[in-house]
């Protein structure tokens, strides 16, 4: 599977980087791998539970229509549920306006051997906060170091962090409006603030490419998936997933009674 992870920095370009799959993967390929994922996710997160010594932090980001919400479905439809939490980061309340802005995140932080999953998240305050100048750039300017010292935190306490941005197309999130608007089941997700944020593409993408490149770290590693197809999305940030499990290698504890003599009639 195709994706892009930065191992130098400064060196994210996201306008070289094609939204599209690679034309030798084709859409059965993609499912059939996003199977058999399914089902090794499912044991290795067992793995994990048991051994309740780490957890992990899915991050996602994208353009509006980029495929978040499909994206949490898919990855969270492998798992066990009772190890999952799921939570999506809107406009801030009173409450979170009052205090440092990654005061909200914290909170909903995976404990010890379960996922967390944000939609959307922390990286909010240095994009829609930057491209609308809700604050002076002196203040957002601070915060990529603000923000990798927190995920720099969570991962010296045992999460591993990952962070996915969902790249679609300029024409494709045309399609994919379109759609919303067309289709009486969809139109719900319609918001004409959609139309606004279409506006500033250009300024949206800078954000997002500072934000990558200065948020790129060993221990919470940035990955721009193509996701022009979302056949392909949903395989790719399987994949990227299931490497992350297995490179943890969770063991589980030995029992702490060992009753088998016991139980022999």
Request: hydrophobic letters at 35%.
């Amino acid at each position: 599977m195709h994706f892009h992870r930065f191992d130098e920095p400064g060196k994210v370009k996201l306008d070289k980087i094609s939204e599209e799959p690679p034309p030798n993967v084709t859409k059965q390929e993609a499912r059939d791998r996003l199977e058999k994922i399914g089902e090794e996710l499912f044991e290795l997160q067992g793995w994990m539970w048991g051994a309740h010594t780490h957890s992990v932090l899915l991050v996602l980001q994208g353009r509006d229509a980029a495929g978040k919400d499909g994206a949490v479905k898919h990855m969270s439809g492998a798992l066990n549920p009772r190890g999952v939490a799921v939570t999506s980061f809107g406009v801030p309340t009173q409450e979170e306006r009052e205090h440092d802005f990654l005061w909200r995140v914290h909170k909903p932080a995976p404990r010890a051997g379960r996922f967390a999953i944000f939609n959307r998240s922390h990286y909010e305050d240095v994009l829609v906060v930057r491209v609308h100048e809700l604050v002076p750039k002196s203040q957002w300017s601070k915060r990529y170091d603000q923000i990798n010292a927190f995920e720099h935190e969570l991962a010296d306490n045992g999460t591993r962090i990952v962070k996915f941005f969902l790249h679609i197309s300029k024409a494709e999130q045309k399609k994919r409006i379109l759609e919303r608007l067309e289709d009486p089941r969809k139109r719900w997700k319609f918001s004409p603030s959609d139309l606004e944020e279409r506006k500033r593409w250009d300024d949206y993408m800078a954000a997002y490419q500072e934000a990558i490149r200065r948020c790129n770290t060993p221990w919470a590693p940035w990955f721009v998936i193509p996701a022009n197809r979302n056949w392909y999305r949903n395989a790719v940030v399987s994949q990227i997933v299931l490497e992350t499990l297995e490179d943890m290698k969770p063991k589980l504890p030995a029992p702490k009674l060992d009753v088998r003599e016991d139980m022999i009639d």
